[in-house]
């Protein structure tokens, strides 16, 4: 290869032979014609926050969508969010659930019984009660307003949260703890 520089002609020192230039020219061609392959698949950061998680659709069906998360992901059953807040909906008054801002724990209980599973609530639950029971459905005080979330794990390092509304995350145990009042809902 020549560079001209200030009217002056220069060859290359890397690239002086004419069979250096071809190996270079062949070793290029193969790294354009070889496919991308990536040893696992590239998932986006939404797909990372997202996954195992029934992300709620509308502004108060976080229980609904809790719910549907340990339903499908836990315990084997093919929900959505949507088919159990139906479900939810058939066996309490519409009026209540929208002047409450969401569905109850008692909703929920009274829809895993007609689907055959028990629902159990707890209170006042210690961290390490929470630990014991993962995962569970916990309700949040988060900007003032109500939320269930699902609590996956706790560790000495923080709560991992399945936020039906943002996604997986975690907390520090103390940030949590201002948030959580002590109850959790089980699903056996």
């Not at 969508?65 to 088919?83: I, M, S």
Request: aromatic share 8%.
């Amino acid at each position: 290869m020549t560079a001209v520089h200030e009217g002056r002609s220069r060859t290359c020192p890397f690239l002086a032979t004419s069979s250096l230039r071809l190996c270079m020219l062949a070793l290029a061609c193969q790294l354009v014609a070889l496919p991308a392959r990536a040893e696992r698949p590239v998932r986006s950061l939404l797909e990372i926050r997202h996954e195992a998680l029934v992300v709620q659709r509308w502004d108060n069906s976080c229980g609904a969508a809790a719910l549907a998360t340990v339903l499908r992901y836990y315990k084997g059953v093919p929900t959505d969010e949507e088919a159990v807040a139906r479900g939810m909906l058939r066996q309490t008054d519409p009026l209540r659930v929208r002047v409450r801002g969401g569905f109850s724990l008692l909703d929920m209980q009274r829809y895993l019984a007609r689907i055959g599973l028990q629902g159990d609530g707890y209170a006042r639950m210690t961290l390490a009660d929470l630990a014991q029971r993962v995962p569970m459905i916990v309700p949040i005080t988060l900007n003032g307003y109500p939320h269930f979330v699902v609590v996956r794990r706790v560790a000495a390092t923080g709560v991992n949260i399945g936020d039906p509304s943002f996604g997986n995350y975690e907390l520090d145990q103390s940030v949590f703890a201002a948030q959580w009042k002590g109850v959790g809902f089980d699903i056996q």
